[in-house]
């Protein structure tokens, strides 16, 4: 009788252990499900989309101390964070973000139209960051910036320019991996709504867009007032000395099928670049393409009005006719 209760009493606590393991790995799985719930719809197979992709990046270049180094135009992360917060609620996004960005996104909600991917997931332009760091520190570098100039980022910070011209890798990626009735990737600057413009009226609406007015064939960009056409092929570094950028950055239109050619195109230019000792930003890179491409590149100057960085939306917006104005 002794014997038969030791060996119930023996198989009451090995089904207490059985049944502790199994709760436990249920606890495990519910605790790396609820993990990664967010991962699993930020690494799609694919993006399903239909019409425009809007494709974005961070990249920590340092920029929240950069006045620690006598770089201008510090900005916070936080404030980054803020403007994708704003702009990810009006936009269907693939963001690409570093690890950094990723904890810090951890206390915003993400809208279900946004899809994150690691930038590590993209071969970037930021391989060369060494070998342009060493450029721009050079003395021969620094002599041909003039004085005014030379604490700007595009010609002290290797990882900012480099971050900038990543925008077409992003791109390129995102197009080669998007499913669905989409005909072109738009970049927009993960920083675009900074605390001066807050207001999200500015950003795109994507029911008001005259499709007509992309070129289906050309990279639609933002070039700002006065036009100026390139009249001639640029040199490497020719921009170098200008002060007035002919490029309102912050947003691009790539037809899907060019978006792969249009990177390449951009990577020859940068080693171009870099053969001659030059680092620059993307506007200036955009437009040493122009003059290089004029049948590639479709300019949008601001005939309309509105701010400097967003005007291409009041340009692509459907025209009203007269019973709509009335109405």
């Known amino acids: 009788m002794g014997s038969e209760s030791q060996g119930t009493h023996c198989i009451l606590i090995i089904a207490l252990c059985i049944g502790a393991i199994v709760f436990l790995i249920y606890l ?23 019409g425009f992709l809007f494709v974005t990046a961070f990249i920590d270049t340092g920029r929240e101390n ?6 201008s135009f510090e ?8 403007s994708f917060r704003i702009m990810s609620e009006k936009l269907p996004l693939i963001a690409y973000i570093d690890d950094r960005m990723q904890k810090h996104l951890s206390s915003i909600k993400i809208p279900q139209t946004t899809e ?33 100039r030379k604490n700007y980022p595009e010609h002290c910070s290797a990882a900012y320019c480099l971050a900038n011209h990543s925008k077409v890798n992003f791109l390129s990626h995102a197009a080669s991996h998007c499913m669905g009735h989409n005909t072109f990737v738009a970049w927009v600057d993960f920083g675009i709504l900074n605390s001066a413009r807050w207001d999200i009226s500015i ?33 490497p570094g020719e921009l170098l000395i200008d002060p007035n950028p002919r490029i309102a950055g912050g947003f691009s239109i790539i037809p899907i099928n060019l978006a792969v050619s249009y990177e390449a195109m951009y990577d ?6 870099r053969r001659e000792g030059i680092c620059d930003d993307d506007q200036a890179a955009t437009y040493e393409l122009w003059s290089r491409y004029p049948h590639l590149i479709s300019p949008l100057s601001n005939t309309k009005g509105g701010h400097e960085y967003f005007f291409m939306w009041n340009e692509l917006k459907k025209s009203r006719t007269p019973q709509q104005v009335l109405n």
């Open 28 to 50: 495990l799985a519910k605790n790396n499900m609820a993990v990664n719930v967010h991962s699993v719809r930020s690494h799609p197979q694919a993006f399903h989309c239909t």
């Open 66 to 71: 950069w006045s620690e180094k006598g770089i």
């Open 75 to 82: 900005r916070s992360n936080d404030l980054y964070v803020q």
């Open 116 to 148: 994150i991917r690691n930038v590590k997931d993209v071969d970037t332009f930021m391989k060369y960051k060494e070998i342009d760091q060493e450029i721009m520190d050079s003395e021969e570098y620094k002599n041909r910036i003039p004085i005014e």
């Open 203 to 235: 950003l795109p609406s994507l029911d008001n867009i005259d499709y007509d007015k992309i070129a289906t064939d050309k990279v639609t960009i933002q070039a700002k007032n006065p036009l100026m056409i390139p009249d001639k092929v640029l040199k």
């Open 268 to 273: 020859q230019l940068l080693s171009d670049w």
